[in-house]
Structure formats: C-alpha cells, structure tokens
C-alpha cells in the first residue's frame, strides 16, 4: 500500500521559487518525521532535512538552510517542501521518506517528483 | 557534519561473484547504518541496516557488517537482478548524510 504520494512535475525558470507536496494517508500522518531527499541527475542522494509532523519543527541541512521551508498542514495531512531562489543546479528529483518504525532508516518513499529549472 | 564514504564509486562482477561495498563514516555512527539499493528510475529501496536488519523480502545473499566507523554490505552470490546502485546512509542523528553510491554491474 502507497503511504506516501507526491505532487507532481515542475518546471521552474531560475530565481523562481517551487512548493512540492507529500500526502500521508490520514492514520499514519504523525507516525514519523518526514525527511526530504533530493536526486539530481546523474548524482548521488542529497538529505535536505525534516520535519516533525507532530510540533511542525524542521531540522535543515546547512546548505539549504537559507532557500528551503518544510511545512505541514494537519487538516490535509500534507506535507509541503518548498525551495526558492532555484538555479539549474536544484534540477532534481526530489522525495519525501520516512521511517517505518522507531529504529529504523528510511523505509517508506513517495514516488518522487522532477523538478526541472530551466530558462 | 559526519561524512560518508563508500568505495568503490563502481565495480563490475560476474553472476555467482562475492560482492563487497565499503562506507566509512568520518566520526563513529554506532550502528546507525543503512543500506539501500536503486535501480534507474525507481525508488529506493531499504535493503539492510543496524547491525544486520535485513528489510522482509530481501534475498538472505545480502547481509551488511561493521560498527563504529566502518561498515560493508556483501552480496554473496551476485545475480543479475542486484544491478543497481547502492548507498549507505547514516541515520543517528542529522544530518542522514548519504554515502556517494557504489554502482553495480555485471561483467
């Protein structure tokens, strides 16, 4: 069973900014933190940060601490990443994770969505 | 912040082989280590962490080893559907730094 489902694809010129979604189903919103977690093409995986569903406090990696804002909206059970002053270098795919029980890493991720920055 | 260094960046083996994937952590992780295998445009997949955890469904060849700093992933008998890339991630505390990724192929 699919627990968590992204937006879809964007394209962004650069400077632009771009709000992706994660949608947990509603039983499971609060079971664990959400991370996010980017590709680029060709690349290796980059840990951007996480948010506590419970509290709505993110932890960001220092390199996006400055352009990036996790939130979360408990009415939806959404969780939104949002990146700004984007250049061709966030061309990405971009997922959310998140643990399957207490101990564990990540074991559960949305499908991923391309973001594409191009002018 | 903690690295995370896998080596090699990529080996080619044949089907049958015994395959080791290294990651070393700049600063001691416990046993806060995963491992995950990625398949070109497909979702990662949590294959093994902690000391030796092994995700349900993962074929026994894979097993993982190490404290501390240092930590391995073998495949014991490598097939042709482990042709992946395969990263390590530390998952104490954050950052979860990932590890450059070991790409696998057959030779």
């Known amino acids: 069973q699919v627990q968590l489902v992204q937006s879809g694809a964007e394209v962004r010129k650069p400077g632009a900014s771009v709000k992706i979604s994660c949608r947990a189903s509603e039983h499971t919103f609060a079971s664990f933190h959400i991370h996010w977690v980017r590709q680029a093409p060709g690349q290796g995986f980059e840990w951007m940060g996480v948010l506590n569903p419970i509290n709505g406090k993110p932890y960001y990696t220092q390199k996006f601490q400055d352009r990036v804002t996790m939130t979360r909206d408990t009415s939806t059970s959404t969780f939104d990443m949002e990146l700004s002053s984007l250049t061709s270098e966030d061309t990405a795919v971009y997922y959310c994770?998140?643990?399957?029980?207490?101990?564990?890493?990540?074991?559960?991720w949305g499908q991923g969505t391309l973001v594409t920055v191009s002018s | 912040d903690i690295q995370m260094t896998q080596s090699p960046s990529s080996l080619s083996a044949s089907v049958g082989d015994r395959v080791t994937i290294t990651c070393r952590a700049s600063q001691a992780i416990n046993n806060y280590l995963a491992w995950y295998q990625v398949k070109p445009g497909k979702v990662p997949k949590l294959l093994i962490y902690g000391a030796s955890t092994l995700q349900s469904g993962v074929p026994s060849r894979f097993s993982a080893s190490g404290s501390g700093t240092d930590f391995t992933l073998t495949i014991s008998s490598l097939q042709p559907e482990d042709v992946a890339t395969y990263y390590c991630q530390k998952f104490d505390t954050a950052p979860w730094t990932f590890g450059q990724g070991t790409k696998v192929e057959i030779k």
């Open positions: 994770a998140r643990r399957v029980h207490l101990t564990s890493p990540l074991g559960d």
